[in-house]
Structure formats: structure tokens, C-alpha cells
């Protein structure tokens, strides 16, 4: 795995007015994104692991408010050898982590707020004032409701972010497919069921079926990992 993913040029796949954008899920049997509303409980070590490796080829994270409360997320490398890899390869030593949100309810005492590492960039369609914060936070304010492919646009060009790549969720995931922004998609299936009503790696309708490409499929015990290309 770690070799296959240590090629991962995605930096390189940039477009003019957007940043090349992959998006990761892991998913149940059952096709579900999370259990008991959380997606820790789905993937194994490998897939954090991932997880991790990718984010050091990227120039950006994004996630959607909805993740980031569920989640609490903390600095987006942690390992400071993680970062030294990411500088030697040319890319800052943090990703930017970006969060898209509507109302700006978002927790503001986990770590990535509050660790002062990295930097945070934040889309939102409220005029709410931010709170103190130990991480340097920026904001980018829409109208009524964050434009996705305009805050691609932003990205590209105002921030250089070449390669982005999405962990969801579902909401926000669904208006990056319905844009047909995402050029790749790394699923990973974890050999459990979940049952109940938890959400699926994407909610909502699409305007058309999206058909991709799949470029590799691993596999340990058990659990596979997908690398699909959009089709066409
Ligand atoms: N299995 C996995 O790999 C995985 C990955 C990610 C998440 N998840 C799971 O998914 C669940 C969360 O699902 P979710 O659909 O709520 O997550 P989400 O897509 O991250 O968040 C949805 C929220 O993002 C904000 N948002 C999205 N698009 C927006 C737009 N265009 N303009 C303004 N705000 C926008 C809104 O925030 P406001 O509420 O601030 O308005 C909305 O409520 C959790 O259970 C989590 O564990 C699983």
C-alpha cells in the first residue's frame, strides 16, 4: 500500500481553475459511512494509515461541518515525520484544512482549533463572529448558502491549492459529485455490517448516475481499497 500511494502525484493533475480533487470514504458491507454515527469503528489501522499517507499528497483537506462535529478532528498530519515527508516533496508542511458550514456550529475546543498547528480555512454562508482560537483560522463568507465550485475556484486560484482531497461527509459529498468535481474516489470496504439507519458515503439525489474507472483494488484481511478514476 505504502508503495502505491508514495507514486500518488495528485499535485501534478491540477486544473486551471480548480484543484484536481479526490475524495475518501470508508464504507461497511452494508454500504454504510459510519457506526453509532462516528466512521472510527469501520476501518481497521491500515485504513487510518490511509488516511494519513494520503493527506501528505495534497495541498488541502476539506470536510463539511457535519464531520467535523461527529469527528472532532485535530491536525490534519500528526506525525512530525509525516510532515517533514510532506516538505521534502514540496508541498507545506501542513495541509490546509478546509471546513465547509452552513451555521458555524462547529466545536471549537477539539484539537484542531485548539492544538495551534496547521491552518484552517473556513466556507460559510454565516455572519456569526469567530471565537478565539489557538490555530490560525481565515473565513470566506458566501450568501445564504456556501457555492461549492466557486469555493473550489477560491481555492485554486487565491490559495493555490493544487490537489484537494475530501473526507466527507455525505452531504457535502454529494454537491461535489453533483458539480462533477471529484476525479477520483478512494473507498475503502470494511468486512463488517452496520445495520441501522446511518448514513451512506453520499445522501441526497445526483442528477445522473456517475460512472468511474477502477485504477487499483487491495486487499488485507480482509478489508479492500479501492482507487476509482472518474469514467470518461
Ligand atoms: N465513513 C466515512 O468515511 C465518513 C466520512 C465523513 C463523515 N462520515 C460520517 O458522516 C456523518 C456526518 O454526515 P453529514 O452529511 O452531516 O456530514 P457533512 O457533509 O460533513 O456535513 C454536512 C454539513 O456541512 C455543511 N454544509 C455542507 N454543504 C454546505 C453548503 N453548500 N453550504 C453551507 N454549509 C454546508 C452544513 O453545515 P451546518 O450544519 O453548519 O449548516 C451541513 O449540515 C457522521 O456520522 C460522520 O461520522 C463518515
Request: negative net charge; proline residues 6%.
Amino acid at each position: 500500500m505504502g508503495e502505491q500511494l508514495s507514486g500518488l502525484d495528485l499535485v501534478d493533475l491540477s486544473y486551471a481553475d480548480r484543484p484536481y480533487v479526490a475524495v475518501n470514504f470508508v464504507t461497511s458491507l452494508d454500504g454504510r459511512a459510519a457506526i453509532e454515527g462516528r466512521s472510527g469503528a469501520l476501518g481497521s489501522r491500515t485504513d487510518a494509515e490511509m488516511l494519513q499517507m494520503l493527506r501528505t499528497r495534497v495541498d488541502a483537506v476539506m470536510i463539511g461541518a457535519g464531520t467535523m462535529r461527529a469527528e472532532r478532528y485535530g491536525r490534519m498530519v500528526s506525525d512530525p515525520a509525516l510532515r517533514q515527508h510532506r516538505e521534502r516533496i514540496g508541498l507545506p508542511h501542513d495541509p490546509l484544512a478546509v471546513i465547509v458550514s452552513g451555521r458555524l456550529d462547529l466545536p471549537w475546543d477539539a484539537p484542531l482549533f485548539t492544538d495551534g498547528g496547521g491552518r484552517v480555512l473556513i466556507f460559510t454562508a454565516s455572519s456569526a463572529a469567530l471565537p478565539e482560537t489557538e490555530t490560525p483560522v481565515r473565513v470566506v463568507r458566501h450568501e445564504s448558502r456556501v457555492d461549492i465550485a466557486e469555493a473550489l475556484r477560491y481555492l485554486r486560484e487565491e490559495r493555490g491549492v493544487r490537489a484537494l482531497l475530501c473526507e466527507g461527509g455525505p452531504r457535502l459529498h454529494r454537491q461535489l459529485q453533483a458539480s462533477g468535481s471529484v476525479d477520483e474516489l478512494f473507498l475503502t470496504i470494511s468486512p463488517k455490517l452496520a445495520g441501522g439507519e446511518e448514513p451512506r458515503p453520499i445522501e441526497g439525489d445526483l442528477p445522473q448516475p456517475v460512472e468511474w474507472e477502477l485504477a487499483w483494488l487491495l486487499e488485507e484481511r480482509g478489508e479492500l481499497f479501492a482507487r476509482y478514476r472518474r469514467a470518461g
